[in-house]
Each structure stands twice: as C-alpha cells, then as structure tokens.
C-alpha cells in the first residue's frame, strides 16, 4: 500500500486511470530500460514489452536493467523480471520477437490504452507508427542522439503521424567535395575510409554509400580525372608487399595528385589551395618517432607521428592481404580487407591517412578517438539523455490519458540552448501524408480464391466508384497500375497478401482525386457461392484538399533513423549552419535541433499535486 501512497498523491484522479491501463514498451534499450522504470513506478496496470534482440556487453554502462550475467539473453524477458521487482501490483508480459511478426496484429494493438516507442530503426518506427494509427490507439513515439531527445504524440486524425514529415536520406557527400575539395575533417575521414582504404584493400570506391553521384554530370572532365586517378592507384596496388609500396602509396596521393588538383587554378580563386606533401623530408622529421604512437589515441598527432602511423599500418594492412591471397583457394573471391572502426590496423590506417589529408588542406586534424566515432558513424549514446527522455514520455503519456490532448506537445531535448528542454505544439495531420491522411478500412478475403482482378473490378470499381487512373501495392509492391496489369489472374496467396497486411490504393487522377485508399486484409474462407472479397464496413473516401496550406510547413525537427541504430534529430537544410555546398546537396544534416524562440518550457505545479512541464 505504501508503494502507491506517493503516485497516488501526485496524480490525483489519474492515478486510477493508469491502473487500469494496459499498454505496450517497443523497445526494451537505451530508452526503453529508463521508460520502463516509469511506467512500473507509475503503477500502470499492465505493460506489454517486445524486444527481438539479446542483451551485448556494450549495452551495460546504460541500460541498467541488465547485468553481466544477462549476456546473450532476451532483453524483454530481462527487462521485465528486473523492473518488475519494482513494483510488484504492475503485470508485466514480455515477448521476445520482433514488432512486425505478424501475431501483433491490428487487433492485439487496438487491446493497449497507449503504445511507447523506444525504437532505434526507421523501418520498425514506421510499422508500429501505421499499426497504431489502423487501431486508433495513441503513441508516443521518442528518440535520442547524443544529448538530443525528442518525443512526439500521435494521436489518428487529431495529431502528425510519424511519417507526415518527410525522414531525410542518410548522410551522403557529392564525390568533388571528398575528391578534390574537403572542407571538414568529416570530408577527409571518408575519404580515407570509403576511397584510398577501398582502393588499396577492398573492392573500389563506386559502391561506397556516403558518396553521392548524382552531381557528377555537371563535373563530367573532373570526374573523368579523378578515374584516371584511381586507374593508377590500383596499378601501385601492383606492388603491395614491396618495401617500396608506403612511399609510392604516399607520393601518389599526397603529392601528385594534390599537385594536379594544385594546377588547376579556378578550383583555387576562392578557397586555399592543398599544400603537397614530401616523403622524404616527413621520412627525416619522423626519425625520432616511434610506432606506439599509434596507440595515444586522444591526442592529436603531430605530421610526423601521422606519417609514421599511416607507413606502419599501411605495412600492417599489406601484410595481413597478402596472407589472406596466399591462403585463400584457387576460384574463391578475390582477398579484400574492410574497414572496421574497432580493427586497429585499418582505424590507423584511415585516422593516419585523414589527417594528412586534412593537413594538407589546412583542416583542424583530430586525435584517433574522435576519428574513430565519425568513421565509425558514432555518436555515444547519452543515459541522462535517456532517462530525462523517457520522463518526457510519461510526462505526455498523462495528458493523453487525461484526453487532454491539446496541452501535449511535440518536446525537444538540446544541450546547446538557453533552456535544456523546449517544446512545441502539436500540428494536425499533415493533409497529403500518405499514411495517415487517407482513408481506412478492412475487407474480409477469401485469400485462396480472390483474384487481384476481383478487388479491382468488383470492389474498387463498382462497389467503390473508382474509375480512371489507379495503382495498387502493397508492403511487397506494386500490384496494379493501368500499364501493369499481370498479376491480375493472380490470387491473393499468390500474391503474398496473407491476413493482416495492407493493401494502399493510389488515385491517380490529376483532376480532384481522392485520398489514398488503405484496405486491411482480414483473412477468412468464404462459401463458394459467395464474394470472396467483401468490405467489412461502409467507408468514405473524401478528396484530396487542392493544396497543402502553408501551416503544415515543418520549420523543426523530425525523428529519424541514425546512422548507429539511434534516431538523431533533424532539421531542414536551410536551417542548419551549412556551408552553400553542402546546402545544394540533398540529406547531409544530423544537426541538433534548433527550438524556435518563445516556445520555452517553465516548471508549473498543479492543483492536485503533479509537476507538469508545460508551456
Ligand atoms: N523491429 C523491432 N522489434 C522489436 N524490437 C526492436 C525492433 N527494432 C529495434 N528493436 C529494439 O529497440 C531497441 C532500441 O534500443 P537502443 O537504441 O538503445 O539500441 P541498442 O541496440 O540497445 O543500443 P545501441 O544501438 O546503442 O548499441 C533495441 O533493444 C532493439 O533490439
Ligand atoms: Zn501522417
């Protein structure tokens, strides 16, 4: 009893409200462990957590529910015997699976009050996003990078979806910047790690996904250069083995090339031009310097001890290729070496070579630990910035319990402003998103007999008045449009469309067309004298509104998937501080998000008792 005395205190009437509540943890990490500390602290009545994953060592310093013992083992399952110690009045129910196997169906969500998620994945984010809109159960959907957090209410037809602002693309860089003009250490770590290590050890530069080609038609000679350049790369690759091989490496790309990039003089007018460098004059400062440099890895190291990590590791890699030729059998893949951030061989090699590159372009160098987390693609992950995320979770959960939907709002987490935490109102659907502004509803199928055609002609066409120009897909694909009529002989098994999953009806009529059309699929066998494809219930499909007004523009940051597995937070290019470059190119921000002036949060305390951060 006295475990409830002080949540009872300070929710007031709410209090038995979540008692009763039963929802459901996605996600049991990084946020999902400090999520699930409140929510059994709160006393809500049953929690649900799905997890496919099992616990790593390097989870420990901050999911704190898991100890060394629990190595290999189920985090749900974990999760729930550690949190329900807590409290023990919380019925706790763990699966251990992943949130888009098909046994969470849209009816096992509609049985939560309120949906949590503590995903670090876009694709997992997107499903529960669309599960909890078909059930029309609210969601609180969270992420942090870094000391970034941000959490937002969904709510179906009152609020943004997750998919109503657009995610942008992974970061990418136009091939020029990393070829000829770096800018920013970033620029000359890729370039060490995703053109000279996959040149010299790996497969070559084209399948590299930070580098984005599609400016190279405008810098088509450049471009034609820069393939000459590699062409004689591969040739010193000839020689790998070879005592001579560091210094041919080193004088190709830290001496010819710049002195061709040098030459050409419009690149130059208005940035500094690269200063070559000399192997044998860095051969005569580097006497004194040893190889366990290589291991000061917070230091920043001088051009020398640089070139002698670059000539070392370089021989390291060499050595290591040339067993792996010799061992491997005759017919087999050709031998290639990657790039790991915790191999230490290609780490120095690629921090070695990127500082060299930065020198010779005038860049600040960094010591091999920061190298280590911007190759590696790393932001370390924050506990406080976890647990002060996952109060802000609960903090909405509130007001969503309390059908107080108005006085939720979308909270931001910053390190660099003012105020740590900000926040913002919540926008209404966004009028042409594709996943919540559309219409829904579910038709019964006889998955063996109905025919793609039947859904087309009988139910679109005459039951729902679609004619002209349409499409078909689903999760897998298109399945119709007017110039791809294949498949529709095909029946739904056939087609791979099993109870539970979605089907997404475009109109694609230029003049008033009608929102998109999402039909899900309950499976059931029907007699053979009947239909076997029948809506479950009436459904109004409205038009599109003709434009998108100006307030649905988002001028702050989204939820997205990070590049680590977190959800970094993220912000139009034009508000970012970039360079004009980089502003031309398209999905380079994972900035901090900037939270608009005035929307500040202030401390209230309420009437019955709770602390509320509000604005
Ligand atoms: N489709 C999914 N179904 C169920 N759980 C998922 C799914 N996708 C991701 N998760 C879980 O979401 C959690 C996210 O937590 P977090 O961001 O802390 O990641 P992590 O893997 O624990 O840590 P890190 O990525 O920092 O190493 C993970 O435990 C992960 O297993
Ligand atoms: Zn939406």
């Given at each position: 009893?006295?475990?409830?005395?002080?949540?009872?205190?300070?929710?007031?009437?709410?209090?038995?409200?979540?008692?009763?509540?039963?929802?459901?943890?996605?996600?049991?990490?990084?946020?999902?462990?400090?999520?699930?500390k409140?929510?059994?602290?709160?006393?809500?009545?049953?929690?649900?957590?799905?997890?496919?994953?099992?616990?790593?060592?390097s989870?420990?310093?901050?999911?704190?529910?898991?100890?060394?013992?629990?190595?290999?083992?189920?985090?749900?399952?974990?999760?729930?015997?550690s949190?329900?110690?807590?409290n023990p009045?919380?019925?706790?129910?763990?699966?251990?699976?992943?949130?888009?196997?098909?046994?969470?169906?849209?009816?096992?969500?509609?049985?939560f009050?309120?949906?949590?998620?503590?995903?670090?994945?876009?694709?997992?984010?997107?499903?529960?996003?669309?599960?909890?809109?078909?059930?029309?159960v609210?969601?609180?959907?969270?992420?942090?990078?870094?000391?970034?957090?941000?959490?937002?209410?969904?709510?179906?037809?009152?609020?943004?979806?997750?998919?109503?602002?657009?995610?942008?693309a992974?970061?990418?860089?136009?091939?020029?910047?990393?070829?000829?003009?770096?800018?920013?250490?970033?620029?000359?770590?890729?370039?060490?790690?995703?053109?000279?290590?996959?040149?010299?050890?790996?497969?070559?530069?084209?399948?590299?996904?930070?580098?984005?080609?599609?400016?190279?038609?405008?810098?088509?000679?450049?471009?034609?250069?820069?393939?000459?350049?590699?062409?004689?790369?591969?040739?010193?690759?000839?020689?790998?083995?070879?005592?001579d091989?560091?210094?041919?490496?080193?004088?190709?790309?830290?001496?010819?090339?710049?002195?061709?990039l040098?030459?050409?003089?419009?690149?130059?007018?208005?940035?500094?031009?690269?200063?070559?460098?000399?192997?044998?004059?860095l051969?005569?400062?580097?006497?004194?310097?040893?190889?366990?440099?290589a291991?000061?890895d917070?230091t920043?190291?001088?051009?020398?001890?640089?070139?002698?990590?670059f000539?070392?590791?370089?021989?390291?890699?060499?050595?290591?290729?040339?067993?792996?030729?010799?061992n491997?059998?005759?017919?087999?893949?050709?031998a290639?070496l990657?790039?790991?951030?915790d191999?230490?061989?290609?780490?120095?090699?690629?921090?070695?070579?990127?500082?060299?590159?930065?020198?010779?372009?005038?860049?600040?160098t960094?010591?091999?630990?920061?190298?280590?987390?911007?190759?590696?693609?790393?932001?370390?992950?924050?506990?406080?910035?976890?647990?002060?995320?996952a109060?802000?979770?609960?903090?909405?959960?509130f007001?969503?319990?309390?059908?107080?939907?108005?006085?939720?709002?979308?909270?931001?987490?910053t390190?660099?402003?003012?105020?740590?935490?900000?926040?913002e109102?919540?926008?209404p659907p966004?009028?042409?998103?594709?996943?919540?502004?559309?219409?829904?509803?579910?038709?019964?199928?006889?998955?063996?007999?109905?025919?793609?055609?039947?859904?087309?002609?009988d139910?679109?066409?005459?039951?729902?008045?679609?004619e002209?120009?349409?499409?078909?897909?689903?999760?897998?694909?298109?399945?119709?449009?007017?110039?791809?009529?294949?498949?529709?002989?095909?029946?739904?098994k056939?087609l791979?469309?099993?109870?539970?999953?979605?089907?997404?009806?475009?109109?694609?009529?230029?003049?008033?067309?009608?929102?998109?059309?999402?039909?899900?699929?309950?499976?059931?066998?029907?007699?053979?004298?009947?239909?076997?494809?029948q809506?479950?219930?009436?459904?109004?499909?409205p038009?599109?509104?003709?434009?998108?007004?100006?307030?649905?523009?988002?001028?702050?940051?989204?939820?997205?998937?990070?590049?680590?597995?977190?959800?970094?937070?993220?912000?139009?290019?034009?508000?970012?501080?970039?360079?004009?470059?980089?502003?031309?190119?398209?999905?380079?921000?994972?900035?901090?998000?900037k939270?608009?002036?005035?929307a500040?949060?202030?401390?209230?305390?309420e009437?019955?008792?709770?602390?509320?951060?509000?604005?």
């Amino acid at each position: 009893m006295g475990r409830e005395k002080y949540p009872k205190q300070s929710l007031g009437a709410l209090y038995s409200r979540i008692k009763q509540s039963r929802i459901l943890m996605v996600g049991a990490g990084g946020i999902g462990c400090e999520l699930l500390k409140n929510l059994v602290l709160t006393g809500f009545g049953e929690i649900h957590i799905v997890d496919l994953d099992t616990i790593d060592l390097s989870n420990l310093n901050r999911q704190f529910l898991f100890r060394h013992e629990h190595i290999k083992k189920s985090k749900a399952l974990v999760a729930k015997e550690s949190a329900g110690k807590f409290n023990p009045h919380v019925k706790l129910e763990a699966h251990h699976a992943n949130i888009k196997d098909p046994q969470f169906n849209v009816d096992w969500f509609k049985s939560f009050n309120v949906v949590f998620n503590a995903l670090d994945n876009l694709e997992a984010r997107r499903h529960v996003n669309r599960m909890c809109l078909a059930a029309n159960v609210p969601l609180i959907e969270s992420g942090t990078t870094g000391f970034n957090g941000q959490v937002q209410v969904i709510e179906k037809g009152k609020t943004e979806c997750y998919d109503c602002v657009e995610k942008t693309a992974p970061k990418s860089f136009p091939v020029c910047t990393i070829r000829s003009t770096p800018s920013q250490p970033i620029h000359c770590i890729v370039w060490a790690k995703s053109y000279l290590f996959t040149e010299i050890f790996g497969v070559g530069e084209d399948e590299a996904p930070e580098l984005d080609h599609s400016d190279d038609g405008d810098n088509a000679e450049e471009i034609e250069k820069l393939r000459q350049e590699s062409q004689a790369l591969k040739r010193i690759r000839g020689s790998m083995g070879s005592e001579d091989f560091p210094r041919l490496v080193f004088q190709k790309v830290f001496k010819e090339d710049i002195d061709r990039l040098r030459s050409m003089g419009e690149m130059w007018k208005t940035r500094r031009p690269p200063e070559p460098l000399d192997f044998e004059m860095l051969s005569q400062d580097a006497l004194g310097v040893g190889q366990m440099v290589a291991q000061q890895d917070q230091t920043v190291w001088s051009v020398a001890e640089n070139f002698v990590v670059f000539c070392d590791s370089l021989k390291r890699l060499s050595n290591r290729l040339e067993e792996q030729r010799a061992n491997a059998d005759m017919g087999n893949a050709p031998a290639i070496l990657t790039f790991d951030k915790d191999d230490v061989d290609t780490l120095d090699f690629v921090a070695a070579a990127a500082n060299l590159r930065s020198h010779i372009y005038g860049i600040e160098t960094r010591s091999k630990f920061d190298i280590k987390q911007m190759a590696g693609n790393i932001i370390p992950a924050i506990a406080t910035t976890n647990a002060m995320t996952a109060g802000l979770c609960v903090l909405q959960a509130f007001k969503v319990l309390r059908n107080e939907l108005g006085k939720a709002r979308m909270v931001f987490l910053t390190k660099s402003t003012e105020h740590i935490i900000t926040a913002e109102m919540l926008r209404p659907p966004r009028p042409n998103c594709p996943i919540c502004s559309v219409a829904q509803t579910k038709v019964q199928v006889d998955t063996s007999r109905a025919t793609l055609n039947d859904l087309v002609d009988d139910l679109l066409k005459l039951e729902l008045g679609y004619e002209g120009e349409f499409s078909v897909s689903s999760e897998n694909g298109m399945l119709y449009d007017p110039e791809f009529d294949d498949n529709l002989s095909k029946n739904f098994k056939e087609l791979g469309l099993q109870g539970d999953s979605f089907i997404t009806v475009i109109d694609e009529e230029d003049e008033n067309p009608r929102v998109n059309l999402v039909l899900s699929i309950s499976e059931q066998s029907m007699p053979e004298d009947s239909k076997p494809i029948q809506l479950s219930e009436k459904v109004e499909i409205p038009h599109k509104p003709k434009s998108t007004p100006a307030s649905t523009v988002i001028p702050n940051g989204a939820l997205t998937n990070g590049t680590n597995g977190h959800a970094p937070v993220k912000r139009k290019a034009e508000e970012a501080d970039l360079d004009d470059e980089q502003r031309h190119k398209r999905g380079k921000v994972a900035e901090e998000a900037k939270p608009k002036k005035g929307a500040d949060i202030i401390v209230i305390d309420e009437a019955d008792g709770s602390i509320l951060i509000d604005d």
